[in-house]
């Protein structure tokens, strides 16, 4: 098993996926909804991006092979857009469009709830109706549609993570370092999944800077995986020009 490659993609996958920076997203949009359905929500967002990161993982060869595209070419595309990721993060743009994003949807939500007759708005909204198991889950199927785009995609499951998770299943050359990278995607879903649920919390008590120079670190992380992959794409395009222990990932 490859170590240092399967903690090189925990590391991408926690920059890229973003769990602290979306939860600000997550609870912006299910802000409305009561506390029952909110949990259920945040499962349900789970399950469809672990699911959405798995097929990639598991079809990343095969859509390169359909679609006639080298591995090269992808990681050199990949890199670019990881990069121009990180440098997004690293100047704070990222943390400052959610924000801003979570700002508008607030008001917007907050419109809709002072526009609800008192009556409606006690137990569809804010209060926790006696509904039984299976209507609870049959009103979060409901909800989930509406939140699917752009929540787990593209919000969670974009260009970037798809990226990261094809360039990495293609760099695994055994079986157990591929169940490894299953095992981060797993791993990077339980994290997603305690951002989601403790949402409302976390966003009472975690520090705004403290957030700010979190999500600006993995930006610089971001930005050097990028990087790497534009080094391998060139390596690969160019018959190795550039020297392997610079580009492989699993050195």
């Known amino acids: 098993m490859e170590w240092v490659l399967i903690s090189n993609f925990a590391a991408a996958m926690v920059a890229v996926i973003n769990p602290m ?9 299910t802000n409305t909804y009561r506390p029952s359905i909110q949990r259920l ?13 798995l097929l990639f993982l598991l079809t990343g060869r095969s859509l390169l092979h359909f679609f006639g595209i080298s591995l090269a070419a992808f990681q050199l595309s990949g890199g670019v857009l990881l990069l121009l990721l ?18 508008d949807v607030d008001e917007k939500y907050h419109r809709e709830l002072q526009s609800l007759s008192s009556d409606t ?6 209060g926790e109706s006696p509904l039984g198991t299976a209507a609870l889950w049959q009103e ?38 591929f ?12 994290i997603v999944l305690v951002s989601l649920l403790l949402g409302k919390e976390l966003k009472k008590f975690v520090n705004e800077t403290g957030l700010d120079i979190a999500l600006r670190l993995f930006g610089l992380l971001l930005g050097a995986i990028g990087f790497q992959f534009i080094l391998a794409g060139i390596a690969a395009a160019t ?5 392997p222990e610079v580009i492989h990932l699993s050195n």
């Not at 018959?239 to 020297?243: F, V």
């Open 121 to 126: 708005s006690d137990t569809s909204v804010t």
């Open 41 to 53: 929500l945040a499962v349900l967002t789970t399950v469809t991006i672990t699911l959405l990161l």
């Open 179 to 190: 169940l490894g990278l299953i095992g981060v995607l797993v791993g990077t879903a339980i």
């Open 140 to 177: 979060a199927f409901s909800d989930f549609g509406k939140l699917v785009v752009p929540l787990c995609v593209p919000i969670f499951v974009g260009p970037g993570s798809i990226s990261t998770v094809i360039i990495y299943a293609n760099e695994a050359t055994d079986r157990v370092t």
């Open 21 to 29: 920076g979306n939860m600000l997203l997550f609870v912006a949009y």
């Open 239 to 243: 018959n190795g020009l550039i020297r």
């Open 86 to 103: 990180g440098i997004g993060m690293t100047q704070g743009q990222s943390i400052k469009q959610k924000q801003t994003i979570a700002s």
